[in-house]
Structure formats: structure tokens, C-alpha cells
């Protein structure tokens, strides 16, 4: 099964407005990581921000904050006032327990092309 | 300052050849990582250290040896390159003392098996 589900394999966003990437998760950890990564044309990977499954609020950096819903296992990526470098693809991760090794486990990913 | 550098960027090669992909950080991170990006873009775990001491090695053929002779270095070595191995080869690095133990990640290594 999906650990990882991304349901919006593309989308379109004007400039300046707001977008709201999908991400839904499976565990049965109590103690996991959310991390949303972006992956521009140029192809690095380039980390945006990190929810910890016991953190009560939710993440924000700069533009980025992360709708983190942990009964509905869901986390989110909203991106205020979108510029044009943000078309990008962007990926949801997780990482469960040290057990697990500090993995990632990724999403299919969702691109992202900001219209001016 | 570049934190997680990789050579080659580019790597154009014959199916059977053995190839080395290198990976360096200078973060002080004590966990580096491999991880494939296929042609549909899904990335994958392959290999994890932490200390030098290998403690993820997923479902990968043992045509690929990972080794990392300090904390700062790990590299992949693969034997009998074979078609299916064209990827894009990623390293990344973490750190216990970091609270989300977010992991940096190089540039890639594009691999192309001809």
C-alpha cells in the first residue's frame, strides 16, 4: 500500500495567489516526520519544511506552511503568493522511526506551473 | 559553499561497464544516504550509513556496493551496469542533533546506460 499518496499530478496557479498541495499518509508510528520537498527544472532536491508528528502547530517557513491534520493523516503544503520560480515539482515525504533507518519515503509528486 | 556535492553530474555509459558516483558533505552529518529517481520521477531509498556503519539497504541488486570510508564521503559503486539502471542517482545527508532529521541532498547523478 501507498505510504505516500499525492492525488494532483499537475497543476496551474496564477501568480500571486495562493496554492494547496495534497498530502495523505500511512503509519502506524506515533513518532514520524512530514517533509515537503521542491524539485525545480534544474533537478536538486531543495527542502522546504518539516512537521513533527507531535508538533501541535502547524510548520511555516516563509512562504511555505504545512496543513498538518494528524487524524485525517494529512500534511498539506500551502504556498501564499506564488511567484514564477515556483513552478517546480514538489514531493511529500515521511519518515518514520530510527528502526526504520531515518528514511524517506516519497510521494509521486505534484508539478506545479505558475502562470504570470 | 556547496554542503552536498556528487561527481559526475553526467555519467553516459555501456550496458556491462562498472561505474563510481562519489558523494561528499561537509554539513558534520553523521547519516548519508543513495537514493534512485526513476524516469516517472519516483524516488527511492537504496542505501543508508550512519557512522560508516550501513544500516538501510533496501531491495537493491548487489550489483550496487555502497561504501563510505569516513563519515563525510559515501559512494556507489555498480558492477555490470544493465539498461534499467538509467536514473537519477541522489545523495543526501542528516543529522541525529537536528530535530526533523531533514535530509540535504546533492545535485544528482544522471546515469544513462546505452
Known amino acids: 500500500a501507498q505510504k505516500i499518496t499525492q492525488t494532483q499530478p499537475g497543476m496551474f496557479v496564477q501568480e500571486k495567489e495562493a496554492v494547496t498541495l495534497d498530502c495523505t499518509y500511512d503509519?502506524?508510528?506515533?513518532?514520524?516526520?512530514l517533509f515537503w520537498y521542491k524539485q525545480p527544472s534544474s533537478g536538486e532536491m531543495i527542502f522546504l519544511i518539516y512537521?513533527?508528528?507531535?508538533?501541535?502547530q502547524n510548520a511555516t517557513e516563509g512562504r511555505y506552511s504545512l496543513n498538518f491534520q494528524k487524524a485525517r493523516k494529512s500534511a498539506n503544503l500551502v504556498i501564499s503568493a506564488s511567484q514564477l520560480g515556483d513552478s517546480a515539482m514538489y514531493f511529500c515525504?515521511?519518515?518514520?522511526?530510527?528502526?526504520?533507518?531515518?528514511?524517506?519515503?516519497f510521494g509521486g509528486g505534484t508539478r506545479v506551473l505558475v502562470k504570470p | 559553499d556547496t554542503a552536498v556535492s556528487q561527481t559526475p553530474k553526467y555519467l553516459v555509459t555501456q550496458m556491462g561497464n562498472d561505474k563510481s558516483i562519489k558523494c561528499e558533505q561537509n554539513?558534520?552529518?553523521?547519516?548519508m544516504y543513495w537514493y534512485k529517481q526513476d524516469s516517472k520521477k519516483f524516488l527511492k531509498i537504496m542505501f543508508s550509513?550512519?557512522?560508516?556503519?550501513?544500516?538501510i539497504n533496501e531491495t537493491v541488486p548487489n550489483r550496487f556496493s555502497p561504501k563510505s570510508p569516513d563519515k563525510a564521503h559515501l559512494n556507489l559503486h555498480i558492477n555490470s551496469l544493465e539498461l534499467g539502471d538509467s536514473a537519477v542517482y541522489f545523495c543526501?545527508?542528516?543529522?541525529?542533533?537536528?530535530?526533523?532529521?531533514?535530509?540535504?541532498f546533492g545535485p544528482g547523478t544522471r546515469l544513462t546506460v546505452t
Open positions: 543526501a545527508s542528516s543529522t541525529r542533533t537536528s530535530g526533523g532529521y531533514e535530509q540535504y
Open positions: 503509519t502506524s508510528d506515533q513518532s514520524y516526520g
Open positions: 512537521q513533527g508528528s507531535y508538533d501541535e
Open positions: 515525504a515521511m519518515r518514520e522511526g530510527w528502526a526504520a533507518g531515518n528514511k524517506l519515503t
Open positions: 554539513l558534520g552529518h553523521d547519516t
Open positions: 550509513y550512519n557512522n560508516k556503519e550501513l544500516i
